[in-house]
């Protein structure tokens, strides 16, 4: 089945600590987003990429990195100079073409211990 | 960019009842989608509709687009319906296409 695999599901990390998230999609999409979601809020644009080796900021990028070296895998990696990297993190793909309709990761909930 | 606001922002349904969301964007656009999110976070896709009208089940959705607002229709709503509705459209600027989405309906469905 095609779909988009985000993992780990939970991770801690320890302060001053880099952590990688990771998002592999198998729809042959072009266009992948990450985006982070507070408790009770909505999404925010961290990071989103439209074709391998290219990728741009979104709203919310600072202490966060990304890289795209296959159209398939699109990892953040929240470095320790995100100072508050507790949240909900979900991962999209969206196809170029006639029909953008996106879909997503499960997520990943990472939190700071 | 492109402004998606979305109504009401909290909806408490009685188990049986219908509710009508609304979500209203800024400008012209070709693509809607309608999201629902579990309890567990995970962003479920409902309807995929830039214009018209489709039905899956108990849910149906609505786009005008020449309006600039879309609908979503729940009926006669159980506890699983709970959760936020997102809708989110997806416009081309500067050769890509960026998502934007509205801060969401949270439904709670009570028995």
Known sequence: ?113 | GIQVEQSPPDLILQEGANSTLRCNFSDSVNNLQWFHQNPWGQLINLFYIPSGTKQNGRLSATTVATERYSLLYISSSQTTDSGVYFCAVAYSGAGSYQLTFGKGTKLSVIP
């Open chain 1, 1 to 113: 089945d095609g779909g988009i695999t985000q993992s780990p599901k939970y991770l801690f990390r320890k302060e001053g600590q880099n952590v990688t998230l990771s998002c592999e999609q198998n729809l042959n999409h072009d266009a992948m987003y990450w985006y982070r979601q507070d408790p009770g809020q909505g999404l925010r644009l961290i990071y989103y990429s439209q074709i391998v080796n290219d990728f741009q900021k979104g709203d919310i990028a600072e202490g966060y990195s990304v890289s795209r070296e296959k159209k398939e895998s699109f990892p953040l990696t929240v470095t320790s100079a995100q100072k508050n990297p507790t949240a909900f993190y979900l991962c999209a793909s969206l196809p170029r073409g006639r029909v953008p309709e996106a879909f997503f990761g499960q997520g990943t909930r990472l939190t700071v211990v």
